[in-house]
Nanobody, 123 residues
Framework: QVQLVESGGGLVQAGGSLRLSCAAS????????LAWFRQAPGEEREFVAGMNWIGATHYAISVKGRFTVSRDTAINTAYLQMNILKPEDTAVYYC?????????????????WGKGTLVTVSS
């Protein structure tokens, strides 16, 4: 059974930084990709960043240059480093795991999800 557990969310002022973590069990980030999504109140879940199993990364235009996705395969943990945070980044952030061959970065393309961690950016 695959489990993904996010941590690292919290309250931060605009312009600040946070690093989210996603600990995985049941599948390894060395052989499967990973993705981060977010969902703001009243909004649909949206793609933020992803990495396929080879290590190629993809970012939403809204976060490119500010967020960085990474992984530590030794401890099977993924990260999302978020810098220059803006109030519009406020959302619940979810870690997800796609199939080994990533068909796309939409929510329906993911196999497994974490329960999410809340990020609140104050102005």
């Amino acid at each position: 059974q695959v489990q993904l557990v996010e941590s690292g969310g919290g309250l931060v002022q605009a312009g600040g930084s946070l690093r989210l973590s996603c600990a995985a069990s049941g599948r390894t980030f060395s052989t499967y990709g990973l993705a981060w999504f977010r969902q703001a109140p009243g909004e649909e879940r949206e793609f933020v960043a992803g990495m396929n199993w080879i290590g190629a990364t993809h970012y939403a235009i809204s976060v490119k240059g500010r967020f960085t996705v990474s992984r530590d395969t030794a401890i099977n943990t993924a990260y999302l480093q978020m810098n220059i945070l803006k109030p519009e980044d406020t959302a619940v952030y979810y870690c997800a795991m796609p199939p080994r061959i990533v068909a796309g970065w939409a929510p329906d393309d993911m196999d497994y999800w974490g329960k999410g961690t809340l990020v609140t950016v104050s102005s």
